[in-house]
Structure formats: structure tokens, C-alpha cells
């Protein structure tokens, strides 16, 4: 009680606290049924208004439609609030189609302007009070009869429009701002397949060479050097490929494949038997599931290492809808079935060259993949895959302005990041503000709040009364007990 006159001592003077229950009517559970993808009624659930947004074509039908259609159909000016799984999540509903609500959302039906009771449902006071209000553990849930205790600062009628048409102004603003952001951000993803098809088109570096024509050697010599060194020990013996499908490169480039400028190394998955989550042994890698932003976590050890990678080799997914993903290795790891390491030959191929590469090709490494229910990686065609080779100092040329371009961009994603974090905090403070009492000027010409609540009861009492009377009329006579007696 002491908190409630604190909170009533900082509103404006026309203003009152009242409960979420005393302004609206009598809150109402949703049908419990089935969702199926056809069928005459739609049917919402809490999942199709966590976005913010209804997309009516992708919410599903009743399997089992209620008796009584008219006592759950949605209409305009509806508040729906969800009760288990995320909890407190509300949405006011506008022009629905022919449709119910499912069984974990509570419809409210405000009797204030229900713009300002909708925007008050996503406000920190709120949410302040679901945190509290919520039970259970593994699925925090409330009820209705805990809704309509939450506290709601109420203003005067005119004042509540007034700040409702405030606030969606200042959000209209805000939310072109964020959607502005969203299109650098999948600009800056344009951006970034822009410069690594420059870079293995040779155009990156075009203007580079011109002035470095003197300094560079051919990439064939290269070649040449790799075959030298590895006639009798080569890990594959590979037909050529053909390179009249492929680009064309710069004069000092040449086609070559992985198998070529690299060592390849296919996992394969010690017996299980071996496998312990103590740290005996050799660090275990099966997949992407392990791997971090840069490098991977063992969550599995094996003291029978079947193939082992060493540190700094790019380690490549060849199995499942994650083949492509890349990771490097930061250490010795035992790696499974389902990763390849690949260790760039040195002064041949730049380690982060072969990565940028890779990645460009993500989606050509998976239109390579066998198999239609577990896609892999077979190593022949990791072996043969195509890698255009530069000439080594053009190389590094390449890796740094990939690398300052790339940078560039993630600086600028990290201020949008920022951006949007800050915007979120923006949007929360305007709806502190309104509700506090302070995005818009009162007006002392306006009814107070605490008579619109006065009048409000009165109507809910009446309303309440008449269907008691309706009740009574309709109430069926009961029928006389006796006894029977022979």
C-alpha cells in the first residue's frame, strides 16, 4: 500500500492508480483446440504475436471449432496477453480476420482508449510487474486473476489519446531509423560477397599489378615448385581440371585445386568407447556444434585418436546442412567423420586466402555434397575443388585489403549494433515518460482521471446487474423432491 501512494504521490494531479481489471472487462481464456493448416477459423497463438506483428497467412485454423463461435471471436479494440511461454506479451488486435484465440492467450477488452492501455502492456512499468507477478519454473505463467491486479497509471480520457497519437509519432521516427539500419546492415553483407568476388576475379588488385609488374612471380612457377616437392609424395593423384568452365584470370594467375596448394586431412570417428568428458587424452571434434567464432571448444575427449589436425589448419565441415562452415584450429584435435582440416602449404597459398576463398563458396561446396536425406562431402571433390592461385606477394596484397574492407564493415556493424540497443532504450524511455506523465502537457479543462474511473464502475455494475436479471429470468425451475412409497 505504501509503494501505491508512492507511485500515485509522482502523477500529475488529474491523473489516478487503478488495476488493469478495473478498466477493462472481465478478462476471457482463448479455445483450446488443435492448429491445423486449413480449415474455416483462424486460430492465434502467442507465437504469431511475439513479432509485433500479425501476418494473418501465417497463422493456422482450428482443428476443432468452439460451440459457441461468437463468445471467442476476435474483434477490433481487442488486447490479447499471453499467459505460459512468453508471458506478458500483448498485441492489439486490428480489423482480424475470422478468428479465435487459442487457449494461452487472455483477452482484455479495455473500456479507456485502448491505444494507450496497448502501449502501456509494452511498457517497463509492465513488465516490471509480469517479472514479478510470474510463476513455475520451467514455463513461467499468470494468470487473469494476477493481470487484473497489475497497476496501471490512468489519465484523463482526452489525455490518453493525446499521448497515444505522441507516441506513435515518436516511434514512426524511430522505427524509420531502424529500418534505415537494416538496410546497411544487408548492404554491408552485399558488401562483403562484393569484395571477395573482386579479390578472385583478379579486380581487387587490377591497378596493383600494374605497378608491381616486376616484382611478382607467375603463379605457374608455384606449381611448378609443388610438383617438384611432392612427385613422391603425393596424397592424390587427380585428373586435371577443366578450366574452360571456369573464369578467366589475371595473366599471373593460374587454376589450380586444394589438392595441390594444400594438405588435406578427412576425419574419421574413433570407437566410441574412447569418448570421455573428463579431458583424458586428445580434445575430440565432431562438428559446427563445437565450433566459436574463431575457434573451437572440445566438449569431448578420446584416448584412441584416430586423425589428428594441428593447430592453425582450417578445419571445414563435410557432412549435414552445416558442410561449409569453417573454424581454425587452435590446437592438436582429434577430428571425426564429419570435419576435414586443411593445412595450406606455405609460401604457396595465404592460410587466410584459402579461407576468404572457401567462403565465397559456400553454396557451391554444398551443391557438391552427396546424398539427399545426409548430404557429405566426398574427399575427391574436396581435393579437385578449384582455387584460383595468385602469385605469392599478390597474395598478401589480397589478405590485407580484404581484411581492411572486412574490418570496415564489422566496425560499422558494431555501431549499428550499438544503434539499435540504444534505439530499444529510446523507445522504452518514451513510454516511461508517457506514463509518468510527461510526454504530454496536461490539460486542466479535461475531466480528472478518478471520475472517467467513478463512471466506468458505475457501467460495469449496471452491465453486471442486467445479467444477473437475465440470468435469474432464464434460470431453469428446479424440480420437486419426494418420496416415493409403496
Known amino acids: 500500500m505504501t509503494e501505491e501512494k508512492n507511485t500515485m504521490s509522482l502523477l500529475p494531479e488529474s491523473w489516478i492508480l487503478t488495476k488493469l481489471g478495473e478498466i477493462s472487462k472481465d478478462p476471457q481464456y482463448g479455445w483450446t483446440t488443435s492448429a491445423v493448416s486449413e480449415g474455416r477459423l483462424h486460430l492465434l497463438r502467442t507465437t504469431d504475436i511475439t513479432t509485433g506483428k500479425i501476418d494473418w497467412n501465417t497463422v493456422p485454423y482450428c482443428k476443432e471449432e468452439p460451440s459457441d463461435?461468437?463468445?471467442?471471436?476476435?474483434?477490433?479494440?481487442?488486447?490479447?496477453?499471453?499467459?505460459?511461454?512468453?508471458?506478458?506479451?500483448?498485441?492489439?488486435?486490428?480489423?482480424?480476420?475470422?478468428?479465435?484465440?487459442?487457449?494461452?492467450?487472455?483477452r482484455f477488452k479495455p473500456l479507456i482508449e485502448e491505444r494507450y492501455l496497448a502501449h502501456f502492456l509494452k511498457s517497463p512499468f509492465y513488465w516490471q510487474s509480469i517479472s514479478e507477478k510470474s510463476i513455475g519454473i520451467a514455463i513461467p505463467n499468470v494468470n487473469a486473476s494476477k493481470l487484473k491486479q497489475i497497476l496501471i497509471p490512468l489519465a484523463p480520457f482526452p489525455e490518453q489519446g493525446r499521448i497515444a497519437d505522441k507516441i506513435e509519432e515518436l516511434f514512426t521516427r524511430l522505427d524509420a531509423g531502424i529500418e534505415g539500419l537494416w538496410k546497411v546492415k544487408a548492404q554491408l553483407k552485399r558488401y562483403r560477397q562484393a569484395i571477395l568476388?573482386?579479390?578472385?576475379?583478379?579486380?581487387?588488385?587490377?591497378?596493383?599489378?600494374?605497378?608491381?609488374?616486376?616484382?611478382?612471380?607467375p603463379a605457374t612457377k608455384l606449381l611448378q615448385q609443388i610438383k617438384q616437392e611432392r612427385t613422391e609424395a603425393r596424397n592424390h593423384e587427380l585428373s586435371p581440371i577443366e578450366e574452360s568452365d571456369l573464369p578467366t584470370l589475371p595473366d599471373d594467375w593460374t587454376w589450380t585445386t586444394l589438392n595441390e596448394v594444400s594438405q588435406i586431412n578427412m576425419g574419421q570417428s574413433p570407437i566410441g568407447s574412447s569418448y570421455n568428458n573428463s579431458g583424458r587424452g586428445v580434445p575430440l571434434l565432431n562438428g559446427p556444434t563445437e565450433f566459436g567464432e574463431e575457434h573451437p571448444t572440445a566438449v569431448q575427449w578420446t584416448t584412441s585418436p584416430t586423425k589428428i589436425c594441428n593447430k592453425d589448419d582450417l578445419l571445414i565441415c563435410v557432412r549435414g546442412n552445416t558442410t561449409g562452415r569453417m573454424n581454425w584450429a587452435d590446437q592438436q584435435y582429434c577430428i571425426g567423420r564429419g570435419l576435414a582440416a586443411i593445412s595450406p602449404l606455405e609460401n604457396i597459398v595465404k592460410r587466410e586466402l584459402l579461407y576468404y576463398f572457401l567462403l565465397m563458396k559456400v553454396e557451391e561446396i554444398m551443391r557438391r555434397t552427396r546424398g539427399s536425406t545426409f548430404p557429405n562431402l566426398k574427399s575427391d571433390?574436396?581435393?579437385?575443388?578449384?582455387?584460383?592461385?595468385?602469385?605469392?606477394?599478390?597474395?598478401?596484397?589480397?589478405?590485407?585489403?580484404?581484411?581492411?574492407?572486412?574490418?570496415?564493415?564489422?566496425r560499422l556493424e558494431r555501431n549499428m549494433a550499438t544503434a539499435l540497443l540504444q534505439s530499444e532504450r529510446l523507445r522504452q524511455s518514451i513510454l516511461k515518460a508517457a506514463f509518468e506523465g510527461k510526454l504530454v502537457p496536461q490539460d486542466p479543462n479535461d475531466e480528472p482521471a478518478e471520475k472517467l474511473l467513478e463512471r466506468i464502475k458505475d457501467e460495469k455494475a449496471k452491465s453486471k446487474g442486467e445479467k444477473d436479471i437475465n440470468k435469474k429470468k432464464n434460470k431453469p425451475k428446479q424440480l420437486e423432491l419426494f418420496t416415493y412409497v409403496e
Open 197 to 217: 568476388k573482386y579479390t578472385f576475379e583478379g579486380k581487387l588488385t587490377e591497378e596493383w599489378r600494374k605497378t608491381h609488374k616486376n616484382q611478382t612471380e
Open 381 to 410: 571433390e574436396l581435393h579437385r575443388f578449384p582455387f584460383p592461385l595468385a602469385p605469392y606477394i599478390e597474395q598478401e596484397e589480397l589478405v590485407e585489403r580484404i581484411e581492411t574492407a572486412f574490418s570496415t564493415a564489422h
Open 69 to 106: 463461435v461468437e463468445k471467442y471471436l476476435l474483434k477490433d479494440g481487442d488486447i490479447v496477453i499471453s499467459r505460459a511461454g512468453s508471458v506478458g506479451y500483448s498485441h492489439l488486435i486490428k480489423n482480424p480476420k475470422s478468428a479465435i484465440f487459442a487457449s494461452y492467450l487472455i
